[in-house]
């Protein structure tokens, strides 16, 4: 019985997640939930995980995407192109959240959530990187659904460079990636959006970002 009221605690801590919204919008014009973000990942692992290049396991994977924002019940969600002191101590205050959670929890069961959320954070395992890739994929997924007046211009050129790397270890999920891009390229292309000019930008930041950081000589 003492293990009841930590786990109370946990369940009414976590219900800020039904509460925290996320920056997207679902197709009828509500803002996105993260436990709704959360399940839609746990959804996509279930149906997704047999055509991965590389296998997982799927139990790991569910559990990492249950706990990986659980932290925002705590901090609260900060979108990704946000810029300033709330972004620049995510990391940091997300930590402590984590630390605040275990100890709520207690003994083995709070060890095992902070253990799921390090290993998402640290991305090196194959059901870590599944887990991340599937974060990126469903962003992209719910804004291809919403109305493209949710958007933030910012958002048009996210579309060719945010998933590409949490996707590039594994076939299937390139192939998702490339999938999920074309939806939202009619998306934008339905909407007047330059599509071609959306690209170029793209590629002239890239291109400055490697001017601006030039490749270490070893000696």
């Not at 799927?58 to 192109?81: C, K, W």
């Not at 050129?157 to 590039?168: A, F, Q, T």
């Not at 959306?198 to 270490?216: C, F, G, L, Q, W």
């Amino acid at each position: 019985m003492d293990s009841v009221a930590p786990i109370l605690e946990l369940m009414k801590l976590s219900e800020g997640l039904k509460r925290e919204l996320r920056h997207s919008w679902l197709s009828d014009g509500r803002r996105e939930s993260v436990a709704e973000h959360s399940w839609q990942m746990a959804l996509m692992a279930m149906v997704m995980h047999r055509h991965l290049e590389h296998p997982v396991d799927l139990s790991r994977s569910l559990q990492m995407i249950i706990v990986h924002d659980l932290v925002e019940a705590v901090v609260g969600d900060v979108p990704f192109f946000e810029t300033g002191e709330r972004k620049k101590n995510k990391a940091a205050r997300e930590a402590a959240a984590m630390e605040t959670i275990r100890d709520m929890l207690g003994g083995a069961g709070g060890a095992h959530l902070a253990e799921l959320w390090w290993e998402f954070e640290t991305r090196e395992t194959p059901e870590a990187k599944f887990a991340d890739a599937l974060d990126n994929l469903e962003v992209q997924l719910q804004h291809n659904l919403a109305d493209l007046s949710t958007w933030e211009e910012i958002e048009y050129g996210l579309v060719y460079n945010k998933m590409d790397k949490p996707c590039s270890h594994d076939a299937f999920l390139q192939a998702m990636s490339g999938a999920i891009k074309q939806q939202a390229e009619q998306k934008m292309r339905a909407g007047g959006v330059d599509v071609e000019a959306v690209k170029a930008e793209v590629v002239k930041a890239a291109a400055d970002r490697t001017e601006a950081s030039p490749p270490i000589i070893s000696r």
